[in-house]
């Protein structure tokens, strides 16, 4: 599943606000995200996580107009696709307004 968000800082300024919202979110979300692994080298993050009874996993890369988003769900969450990349779409427009 791929999710775009266009923005219209700088990378760095991008990267920070995406860490910010990373580590919003796991707070928000303590009672349903788990084993949050987060990495970052430079512009680029991988992260993995299990969401109740499964594990997803991927990538964020901040590019100069736009975050993408790239995450690998397992075929049977597949069908909550829409809603997860509804969110990450929402709460990432937040914070790079």
Do not use: C
Not at 28 to 42: F, L, P, S
Not at 56 to 63: E, F, L, M, R, T
């Amino acid at each position: 599943m791929k999710v775009t968000i266009p923005h219209s800082h700088t990378k760095e300024e991008a990267v920070l606000r995406i860490k910010s919202l990373l580590t919003e979110l796991k707070t928000k979300y303590a009672d349903r995200i788990r084993n949050v692994q987060e990495t970052w080298e430079g512009d680029r993050g991988n992260f993995s996580m299990s969401l109740g009874s499964f594990s997803a996993s991927g990538i964020i890369d901040v590019h100069p107009s736009d975050v993408e988003v790239n995450i690998d769900l397992p075929f049977f969450a597949s069908m909550f696709s829409k809603q997860i990349s509804n969110l990450i779409e929402e709460e990432a427009k937040k914070v790079l307004s």
